[in-house]
Nanobody, 123 residues
């Protein structure tokens, strides 16, 4: 599986962005998907995850109520809608899928990663 994230950019605090993650192949629909982010000097953290069928979702406490994860299996694409962005949301955002489980919140469960997309929120 190859993944390509897009939609990052520069936005003012309080603004919104929508990230997309396009997957190659026909197995995307059977994989759990997640969005992670990493700031320089910090560990990569889980932002949100979604089960293969979209039924289960998980959000980090820091983004609950502001971010929404979703997927369109017919289009082999996942999304992260980010609203009310804050400067502390600034990071490189990565999408990933897990080929071994239908739903996962642990970073270690994700084995396919795409290149990141930079999100910068100015105050």
């Amino acid at each position: 599986v190859q993944l390509q994230a897009s939609g990052g950019g520069l936005v003012q605090a309080g603004g919104s962005l929508r990230l997309s993650c396009a997957a190659s192949g026909h197995t995307f629909r059977t994989y759990a998907m997640g969005w992670f982010r990493q700031d320089p000097g910090k560990e990569r953290e889980c932002v949100a995850t979604i089960s293969y069928d979209g039924y289960y979702t998980y959000y980090a406490d820091s983004v609950k109520g502001r971010f929404t994860i979703s997927r369109d299996n017919a289009r082999n694409t996942g999304y992260l809608e980010m609203n009310n962005l804050k400067p502390e949301d600034t990071a490189v955002y990565y999408c990933a899928v897990s080929s071994t489980t239908a739903y996962a919140t642990r970073r270690s469960a994700y084995d396919y990663w795409g290149p990141g997309t930079q999100v910068t929120v100015s105050s």
